[in-house]
């Protein structure tokens, strides 16, 4: 039996590509392959955070769909306060 502290997460950050395009965006650092770890980490510490944390692994299907639509809401314009974010994502991270 697998206790909770023993389940595989996913560390994920929403940011804002602050040099590039302005758009929000997602990176998730631990599904990061070797050739793209360093681009992907390197503008991620460029852009400004939105938020950032740990979804579960068997639930990281449903996780990214909520993360989508939340990038969609903030790329359209749309306020989306860090409380908001923790509430939607908060059944899928440990």
């Known amino acids: ?7 595989k997460r996913v560390m ?3 940011y804002r ?3 590039d395009t302005g758009k929000f965006r997602v990176v998730y650092f631990t599904e990061l392959g070797e050739h793209e770890r360093e681009l992907e980490i390197a ?6 955070h939105v938020f950032d944390g740990f979804i579960l692994t068997r ?6 769909k909520v993360i ?10 749309e306020p989306v306060a860090q409380a908001d974010i ?3 994502l908060g059944p899928y991270m440990p």
């Open 86 to 88: 923790a509430r939607q």
């Open 68 to 77: 989508n639509t939340i990038l969609d809401r903030l790329n359209g314009g």
């Open 1 to 7: 039996m697998t206790g909770q502290g023993d389940e």
């Open 43 to 48: 503008a991620a510490f460029r852009g400004d």
């Open 12 to 14: 994920f950050e929403i």
């Open 59 to 64: 639930e990281r299907f449903e996780a990214k």
């Open 17 to 19: 590509d602050a040099e």
